[in-house]
């Protein structure tokens, strides 16, 4: 089975999807004049805007919800594993890929605001909606939905389960099946409440546990600082095949870089947009502009803090995915994983090291997790109409149970079968989203654009599908809407 799932997760994520991911966002990124980064200081403001209504969350609560999602077992996992087949230089892939991620994740965070839609009192979007109402595509729909369903609800949340278990299991000496029964239990009381109870958990656990991340890893760097300007070095030289060990893996860096770098921060993958949707905002850029923040936040800050205390210390290995090769053997044969950022930390703190990364780790997963399932159920209920509210209780019981199973077997299973059930949900995922988003770019500029247009007048954009001239944005042209933000200027 392990042999089946690896060789479908190699042909999902081959050349042809590295090309699409980077090729997406530089298009992006050319059309519409890198606007992320021309109001990347609006951006950063949005984020604390605190309207939120009934239906909807509020951006920051948005914004946290999006970052439980992107912040996760990538950002340690995913980031060894990365420098262990593609060597250091696969930390400057993951860096290109989110500097133009962000403008990836500007256009889907933006489309699925622009046609999102309320449903079952809350407001719920993603690619499946705005496939369905802008591209006028139910196939391709209800194709990304499935896909969307499946990937999160079961293919996804395994390696989250397993990346606690392990490094619990490493810290504590705490055996992975009660490592999984406390993730299910937890998880549990979580998800038995709604999407906002989700992003009140999400709103204080995730800045929290970002924070006290990146200081443990300063204090690290800080006792390694002479070895700090070498390690960049190293990295830039790595990447572009100069280095006298790892130059002959660059091929390898850039796959794995992009690969790791998509799965961390989400660009393109259609996860992000689901969180981004439920956000009350008075016009659909600033959730896409406040995303884009998000991107930089798990990828430029945590996923380079986990990069550089592994590398600073030398708790890694570099093996030739070509050849077999054992290039640099810092771990000898400890396998990639969080044992590696656990080792690097206790160079400086001991066992408290290890401690402190299993719990922080545990925190980053866990919060994944629960955007996980969030995802999954908004995939689920795109099926519905208010009407079926009642008939479709069942049915979220027994996605709920579903999802906890899933939860428990990847906290039992071995890291290879996880991560490449993870690279499958995920590949189906973005092959399907990042197309529909080259589709869609004139929709995303013409947003842009009356953002642009209202915010050089002076005014606090509020978005009017018909003067913007983007059609089918049905919940933007209701009387709910138009009322709610008549007086933002006034």
């Known amino acids: 089975m392990e042999a089946f799932v690896k060789t479908v997760s190699g042909f999902l994520w081959g050349n042809a999807m590295i090309v699409l991911c980077l090729f997406v966002g530089v298009f992006f990124a050319v059309r519409t004049r890198f606007f992320w980064l021309r109001y990347f200081k609006t951006s950063i403001k949005l984020v604390a805007e605190k309207n939120a209504s009934a239906a909807g969350v509020s951006p920051f609560q948005a914004f946290s919800m999006a970052l439980a999602g992107r912040i996760g077992t990538g950002n340690i996992v995913g980031v060894v594993t990365a420098i262990a087949v593609g060597g250091p230089g696969a930390v400057f892939w993951m860096w290109i890929l989110a500097f133009f991620g962000a403008g990836t994740s500007l256009a889907e965070c933006t489309l699925a605001q622009i046609y999102k839609e309320k449903k079952l009192g809350e407001y719920r979007g993603g690619p499946a909606f705005y496939m369905e109402k802008a591209l006028g595509q139910k196939w391709m729909a209800v194709l990304f939905a499935i896909f969307c369903a499946v990937g999160n609800l079961l293919l996804i949340p395994g390696v989250h389960a397993n990346a606690i278990t392990t490094s619990l299991e490493n810290a504590f000496q705490i055996p992975t099946w009660v490592g999984g029964l406390?993730?299910?239990?937890?998880?549990a009381l979580i998800i038995f409440g709604n999407v906002k109870r989700i992003a009140v958990v999400s709103q204080y656990v995730v800045p929290f546990m970002s924070?006290?991340?990146?200081?443990?890893?300063?204090?690290?760097l800080g006792a390694n600082i002479t070895q700090v300007p070498a390690t960049f070095g190293l990295i830039f030289s790595s990447a572009f095949g100069v280095n006298a060990i790892f130059g002959g893996i660059v091929g390898s860096a850039i796959v794995w870089g992009v690969k790791r770098g998509v799965n961390s921060c989400s660009a393109g993958m259609g996860t992000a947009p689901q969180s981004a949707a439920a956000a009350e905002v008075s016009h659909p850029i600033k959730q896409g502009m406040v995303q884009g923040v998000s991107v930089y936040v798990d990828t430029l800050?945590?996923?380079?803090?986990?990069?550089?205390?592994?590398?600073?210390?030398?708790?890694?290995?570099?093996?030739?995915?070509a050849t077999g090769e054992v290039l640099f053997n810092g771990m000898g044969s400890v396998a990639a994983g969080a044992s590696w950022a656990q080792a690097a930390a206790g160079t400086v703190f001991g066992n408290l090291g290890s401690a402190f990364v299993a719990i922080a780790l545990f925190f980053f997963s866990f919060t994944s997790l629960m955007a996980a399932y969030y995802i999954g159920e908004t995939n689920a209920v795109f099926f519905m109409s208010d009407e079926k509210k009642?008939?479709?209780?069942?049915?979220?019981?027994?996605l709920k149970v579903v999802f906890l199973a899933m939860v428990m077997f990847g906290s039992l299973k071995s890291g290879g079968l996880v991560w490449a059930m993870n690279d499958i949900g995920t590949g189906f995922m973005c092959w399907t989203n990042l197309i529909c988003l080259l589709?869609?770019?004139g929709i995303v500029k013409k947003a842009i654009d009356d953002f642009e247009r209202q915010k050089k007048s002076g005014l606090n954009p509020v978005f009017d599908p018909e003067k913007a001239g983007i059609r089918n944005a049905s919940l933007w042209s209701s009387e709910e809407m138009k009322e709610r933000y008549r007086n933002l200027n006034h």
Not at 301 to 321: F, I, K, Q, R
């Open 439 to 441: 589709l869609l770019s």
């Open 211 to 220: 924070v006290a991340y990146i200081v443990m890893v300063l204090i690290v």
């Open 301 to 321: 800050l945590v996923c380079t803090a986990t990069a550089l205390m592994v590398l600073v210390t030398g708790c890694y290995n570099v093996t030739s995915e």
């Open 390 to 398: 009642e008939k479709a209780k069942p049915l979220f019981l027994a």
């Open 182 to 187: 406390i993730i299910v239990v937890l998880m």
